[in-house]
Structures are given as C-alpha cells and as structure tokens.
C-alpha cells in the first residue's frame, strides 16, 4: 500500500527548495508543476469521495466522472492566475503545460508504485498516452482560453465551451482505453496525435509573442 501524500512530499520538497536558485519563468514553471501535483492528489480525494456518493461503477467513473473533477480541478489554478495576475498569452500556455505535467507526473509516479511488477509496455502506456493526454487537454484549454481573450470573447460561455472540449478529450480517451482490442489501441495514441495536432498553434503563438 502507498500512500500518495508521501509521494507528493518527496517530489515537492526538491523541486520547492530548487526556487531559492532559480526566478523567472524557471520559477513559474516548477510553481506551476508543483501545483498540478497538488491539484492531482486534490482531484483523487473529490472523486473517490462522488464515486461512493453515488456508487458508480469503476468504468463509468473513469469515463463520465473523473474527465470532469480533474479537467475542472486543473482549470481552477488557470483562472486564479487570470484574475490575480493578467498573464501574457505564452505565459499562461507554458504553465498551463507545466500544470498537466506535474499532474500526469504524480498520477504516473502513484500508478506505477501501486501496480507492483511491471512490464516495459506498461510504463510507455503511461508515459506516452496517459501523461501527454493531461498535458494535451490543459493545453488545449489553455488555447481555448487565449483565443477567446483575444477575440474580445471572454465570457462564461467561451469558457465553459473551452473546459467542455477538454473534458469530452479527457473522456474519449478514458472511453477508448477501457475497451480492449483495437479501440484500446486508438486510444493510447490519441494524446500523441493531439499533442503533435495542437504543437503548430502553441509554436506560432510563442513565437509571436517573443
């Protein structure tokens, strides 16, 4: 058995005493990284609590539940950072990346400490789909989020309509991975698909902003 406030506490503490010799967008990132590892361990806590709330099945969790608690808990720090802040267009989508990562880093580190003897297929599952998946759908909000702004759209409508592509994502993957055979297949290289799709946009607007 593990447990996951462990894990965090050796994988913050480091990169938390690393900020005393770093600043800049170094410094913002490992914050933010920090963060979607908090913001893993906070989304695991609100569903296992709905999951016994309404008694769903594991599958059903994984398909409708979970897209939405985690997809929404890696919003919140984006849109606290919006109001307290106004980042710039490439700073909010380089911490939107850094949250997906540091959320898919501590999600990958808990599953593979849990999963006791692994195979080699197991851990390129979970590095190449799972955890690009959460950096995928973060990003992929995050680019909702700067278009809207830059269309003079920013409304709860274009937001919701943002958080609801990353979740239908989210959710697609879950759905896909869970049957076997070749839809399970399509599903792993998804993320990887998607990463490469949106690689363009996120390249282009960091360019424009430098």
Avoid at 59 to 85: A, C, G, N
């Amino acid at each position: 058995m593990i447990y996951a406030e462990n894990i965090l506490l050796c994988i913050a503490a480091p990169l938390l005493l690393s900020l005393l010799f770093v600043q800049g967008q170094v410094r913002q990132y490992v914050l933010a990284f920090a963060a979607g590892m908090v913001a893993c361990l906070l989304a695991a806590y609100v569903t296992g609590f709905l999951q016994l709330l309404i008694a769903w099945e594991v599958t059903d969790v994984r398909v409708f539940l979970s897209p939405v608690v985690e997809e929404l808990i890696k919003l919140l720090p984006l849109l606290i950072l919006m109001l307290l802040t106004e980042p710039k267009d490439n700073t909010l989508l380089l911490l939107a990346v850094a949250l997906g990562t540091g959320f898919a880093t501590f999600e990958n580190c808990c599953s593979l400490l849990s999963s006791g003897e692994i195979g080699l297929s197991f851990v390129l599952i979970r590095g190449l789909a799972v955890g690009v998946m959460h950096i995928v759908s973060v990003a992929a909000l995050s680019l909702g989020i700067v278009a809207a702004r830059r269309l003079q759209a920013m409304s709860l409508p274009a937001l919701v309509g943002a958080f609801s592509l990353s979740v239908v994502f989210h959710g697609l993957y879950n759905l896909l991975v869970s049957v076997p055979g070749v839809p399970s297949y399509v599903g792993f290289c998804l993320p990887v698909l998607a990463a490469v799709g949106i690689y363009h946009p996120l390249r282009r607007l960091h360019t424009q902003q430098e």
